[in-house]
């Protein structure tokens, strides 16, 4: 069976995140230590969402186009959107407000995949 290069793409983006994900928990689960990043377990789901959308998008865009580059920009862009839509959704009258931290925990998720 051989292997395309998405497969492979797939394969690596996986593996990437589920290190910096280990890595993050790690990090934060340090206490007293240079490492700790001192941030709650709401960032770490917004990271996770990022990542999530953004590979899911990568992955179905890919599909259609087979284009590997094109299907990378059109992945983070989705994750940076799907973040910045629902910080607007947020900051309407009775929610929880606009937070740019959350925001940037989830372009992070959505962009750092691709790099």
Same mark, same amino acid.
């Given at each position: 069976?051989? %292997? ?63 284009d590997l580059q094109e299907s990378v920009k059109f992945a983070a862009a989705t994750g940076l959107g799907a973040g910045l839509?629902? %910080? ?24 750092? %995949?691709?790099?």
């Open positions: 069976m051989n %292997e395309s290069r998405f497969d492979n793409f797939i394969k690596v983006v996986v593996i990437a995140n589920l290190l910096l994900l280990m890595s993050m928990a790690s990090a934060n689960a340090q206490e007293g230590t240079v490492l700790n990043l001192g941030i709650g377990d709401d960032k770490y789901m917004h990271f996770t969402a990022g990542t999530g959308v953004s590979m899911l998008a990568g992955c179905l865009f890919y599909d259609a186009t087979s839509f629902k %910080e607007l959704y947020d900051s309407r009258k009775g929610g929880s407000g606009f937070n740019t931290p959350d925001l940037l925990f989830t372009a992070a998720g959505a962009v750092l %995949e691709h790099i």
